[in-house]
C-alpha cells in the first residue's frame, strides 16, 4: 500500500506540472477591466466527483479517511487550460444546508452534484473558475468520525489542497486513480461558520498552494468559541455538534464524541491540549505563524453565536505578521454578507475581484483600496485605512460610589458591593438607578457629542471575595432611544420575495436568491460589549488560581470587540455583575463581590472629531438625578453554528 501511494503521488506530480495554464491556440481565461469575463458555459460545466486520501483514520477503522470532493469546473479545463480552484469545505451539506435558504447538495444519476449550493459555482465557473464543494470528515459522503475542530477536520480539507498540487493521491468511485490535471494548484477557501472556520484551520497549516482564504462568522480558537477566561458557555457541546453534523448511524462515533466531552474537560472551565489542538492562533496543529494564504475576513460585531473576538484575535495576529489582509464589518448577528442589506452586489464584485487578483494575478486594484468595511448604523457603511479605526485613542472611565462612570478616578477608599447570582443580562441593565443585590452599574451624564467604539474595551478591577472564585459579567450599554440594527429577531434580516441573481443557471441549479432587508427596532438601550470572566482564571487559564477570601486581587480581561455610535445625549453605561445565564451554562458561586472603586477602570478605544481630544466635557459625570429605563425584554439568541 505504500508503494501504490508513493507511486501515485509521483504520477500527478507528472501530470500537474507538466503543462502551462492553457495552450497559445486554445481556449482562455478572459480579462477586461480588472475582471474575468462569463466566457465558458455553466450547462456544460464537468461535473465529477473524486474521493481524496487524507493523512488520518479518524473512526479508528484501520484505513486512511477519503474526502469526498465534488467537482464543477469549466468543460475546457483540462491540460490545456489549467484553472484555478474555489473550495467550500462543511459539514452541513445533507444536515442543515448553506445559505440563508439551507441549500443542500442534490445529486443525478451519475452520483455528480446537479445542484451545488450557494452561488459560487454558477458566477465562477463561467469566469474559469473551478468549485469544489468537500464534504468535512465525518460528514455527508466523507469516511470517517467529525473532530470538531481538530486533526481530523484540519487534515482532511488540507488533503484535498495537497491533491490539487500533485502531492495526495485521490480515487474515482471505481477505485482508479483521480489526477487534477486540470488544477493550476492555486486555490481559495471561502465559507461562513463551521466552513470559515476550516478554511482558517487549513490556512493555519501553511499548506502550499492555498493562496487566500475568505472565512465568513469563522472561529479562530474552538475555546473561545466554548468559553470566555474560564467560564463555559455550554457543557457537552463537543460531542452535541458531533452528532449534528454526522448523518451515519449513531454507534459509528459513539467513542469519539465520548472523548470529545472527556477531553474538553468542562469540570473546570481551563484551556489544556486539546483545546490547544483547536487553537488556530496559537495551537499545536496549526498556528497564525504559519499561514501562507491572504484573507478577506468578515464577520458582525452582534454575532453572539462565533463571536466577534474570534475575528478580532485573528485579525490582530494577522497583522501582526503583516499578512495581506481586508475584512467587512457588519452589525448583524449570524448572516452571510451576501445577505447584508444594500450591499449584496457589492459583496460578489469585491469577492471576484478579490479571487481574480489572489489565484489569477489580475492587476485590479483592490490591494490598494482601504482595507475595512465598516458598518455603523443600520443602513450606513464607512471604509477606513485599517480596523480598529486608526483614529481611535485609549481612554480610561472610571466608576464612583455615586453611580458616576467619568474619566476622573473615584475617592480612595469607595467600594461596591454585590453577590453572583445566576441572572440573564436582561435583569442586570433593569432599572440601573436604582440598587440590586446582584450587580452594580455606573453611567456618564448626556454626551455632548456622537462618540464612537472602535475595537476592544478591558475591564479592570480590584476585587475582593468571599469565596474562592465568582463569575464576573462587564456590560457596556448604551442608555438612550434609538433606532438600531435589530439582530436579535432574524439575525438581523427579513427574506423577501423577490430574488437577485449572479451568475448563469440550469433547471437544477439557478443563481438566484431572495433578497433581503435589515431589520431595525427602536429601544431605549442597546448593550453594545459584553465580557466575561472566572475570577480564579485572572493570571492564567491553564492554571487557576482561587482567591483568597477577603484579599484583594487585581482581575483584567477582555470583552467582546465592538464599532458602535453613543449618540449625542445618550448615556454611556457599565454594568458589573455575576453569573451571565443568557450566555453561560454555569451555576452561580453565591460569592460576595467587594468592588475597590478607586483602582478600578474600563479602557475604551474610541473616536471623536479629526483633532478633538476626549476631555471630562465629553464625558460628563452623571448628576445621579436620571433613574433609566425600566426592564425590557431582549430575546435570548440561538446558539448553533450553521
Wanted: with cysteine; proline share 6%.
Amino acid at each position: 500500500m505504500p508503494q501504490l501511494r508513493a507511486a501515485l503521488i509521483a504520477a500527478v506530480l507528472v501530470v500537474v506540472g507538466a503543462t502551462p495554464a492553457h495552450a497559445a491556440d486554445g481556449p482562455a481565461i478572459t480579462v477586461e477591466q480588472g475582471r474575468t469575463q462569463p466566457v465558458f458555459s455553466y450547462a456544460d460545466a464537468i461535473r465529477e466527483h473524486v474521493y481524496v486520501e487524507s493523512e488520518i483514520d479518524s473512526d479508528g477503522d484501520g484505513r486512511l479517511d477519503r474526502v469526498r470532493v465534488d467537482i464543477i469546473r469549466p468543460k475546457e479545463s483540462g491540460p490545456g487550460l489549467k484553472v484555478p480552484a474555489i473550495i467550500d469545505e462543511s459539514p452541513y451539506y445533507d444536515n442543515s444546508g448553506r445559505g440563508n435558504e439551507s441549500e443542500r447538495k442534490v445529486y443525478d444519476a451519475n452520483g455528480n452534484l446537479a445542484k451545488f449550493p450557494l452561488f459560487y459555482d454558477n458566477y465562477f465557473v463561467p469566469r474559469g473558475y473551478a468549485v469544489l464543494d468537500v464534504d468535512m470528515i465525518g460528514t455527508t459522503k466523507s469516511d470517517g468520525c467529525p473532530d470538531v475542530g481538530g486533526r481530523g477536520d484540519v487534515l482532511g480539507g488540507k488533503a484535498v489542497i495537497d491533491w490539487l498540487n500533485g502531492r495526495a493521491p485521490a480515487y474515482h468511485a471505481d477505485g482508479t486513480p483521480a489526477f487534477a490535471d486540470w488544477s493550476t494548484g492555486k486555490a481559495a477557501m471561502i465559507g461562513k461558520s463551521y466552513d470559515g472556520t476550516l478554511a482558517n484551520a487549513v490556512a493555519a497549516t501553511g499548506v502550499q498552494g492555498l493562496e487566500t482564504i475568505v472565512p465568513i462568522s469563522a472561529i479562530s480558537s474552538w475555546y473561545r468559541y466554548q468559553r470566555s477566561n474560564g467560564v463555559i458557555y455550554n457543557y457537552n457541546y463537543m460531542s452535541y455538534l458531533a452528532r449534528v453534523v454526522d448523518t451515519d448511524p449513531a454507534a459509528k462515533c459513539a467513542a469519539v464524541r465520548t472523548r470529545l466531552d472527556a477531553d474538553a474537560d468542562d469540570r473546570t472551565g481551563n484551556y489544556n491540549a486539546f483545546w490547544a489542538e483547536r487553537d488556530y492562533v496559537n495551537g499545536t496543529v496549526g498556528d497564525v505563524s504559519k499561514v501562507r494564504a491572504s484573507v478577506f475576513a468578515v464577520h458582525t460585531v452582534n454575532d453572539l453565536n462565533v463571536k466577534p473576538d474570534h475575528f478580532s484575535t485573528w485579525w490582530e495576529a494577522l497583522a501582526d505578521r503583516n499578512v495581506p489582509r481586508k475584512i467587512w464589518v457588519g452589525q448583524y448577528q449570524h448572516v452571510d454578507p451576501f445577505d447584508f442589506e444594500g450591499r449584496r452586489d457589492m459583496w460578489v464584485d469585491t469577492l471576484h475581484r478579490w479571487f481574480d487578483h489572489w489565484l489569477l494575478g489580475v492587476g485590479n486594484g483592490i490591494m490598494d483600496e482601504p482595507r475595512a468595511d465598516v458598518q455603523v448604523g443600520p443602513t450606513s457603511w464607512i471604509t477606513q485605512r485599517d480596523w480598529p479605526a486608526p483614529a481611535a485613542s485609549t481612554k480610561f472611565l472610571r466608576p464612583a460610589a455615586d453611580g458616576s462612570l467619568a474619566l476622573s478616578p473615584g475617592k480612595n477608599g469607595e467600594t461596591a458591593t454585590f453577590t453572583d447570582v445566576r441572572q440573564s443580562e436582561d435583569a442586570m441593565v433593569a432599572d440601573v438607578g436604582t440598587a440590586k443585590p446582584g450587580r452594580v452599574a455606573f453611567t456618564t451624564g448626556e454626551l455632548p457629542r456622537d462618540l464612537r467604539l472602535s475595537g476592544t474595551p478591558v475591564v479592570d478591577l480590584r476585587v475582593a471575595l468571599d469565596k474562592p472564585t465568582a463569575n464576573l459579567t462587564a456590560l457596556l450599554v448604551d442608555f438612550g432611544e434609538d433606532t438600531r440594527v435589530d439582530w436579535r429577531r432574524g439575525q438581523g434580516i427579513t427574506t423577501l420575495t423577490e430574488e437577485s441573481c449572479h451568475g448563469e443557471s440550469t433547471a437544477a441549479d439557478d443563481a438566484c436568491y431572495r433578497k433581503v432587508v435589515t431589520n431595525v427596532a427602536t429601544r431605549p438601550l442597546e448593550i453594545v460589549a459584553r465580557g466575561w470572566i472566572d475570577a480564579q482564571n485572572r493570571d492564567s487559564l491553564t492554571d487557576p488560581s482561587p482567591m483568597t477570601p477577603g484579599t484583594y486581587a487585581q482581575v483584567k480581561w477582555k470583552t467582546l470587540p465592538q464599532d458602535y455610535i453613543f449618540k449625542k445625549g445618550h448615556r454611556l453605561g457599565l454594568v458589573i455583575a455575576g453569573t451571565d445565564s443568557t450566555y453561560s451554562g454555569e451555576a452561580a458561586t453565591g460569592a460576595k463581590v467587594t468592588v475597590d472603586l478607586h483602582k478600578s477602570r474600563v479602557q475604551l478605544p474610541l473616536v471623536l472629531g479629526v483633532g478633538h481630544s476626549l476631555t471630562d466635557g465629553d464625558i460628563p459625570k452623571d448628576t445621579g438625578t436620571w433613574h433609566g429605563p425600566r426592564q425590557i425584554d431582549l430575546p435570548v439568541p440561538e446558539n448553533h453554528l450553521y
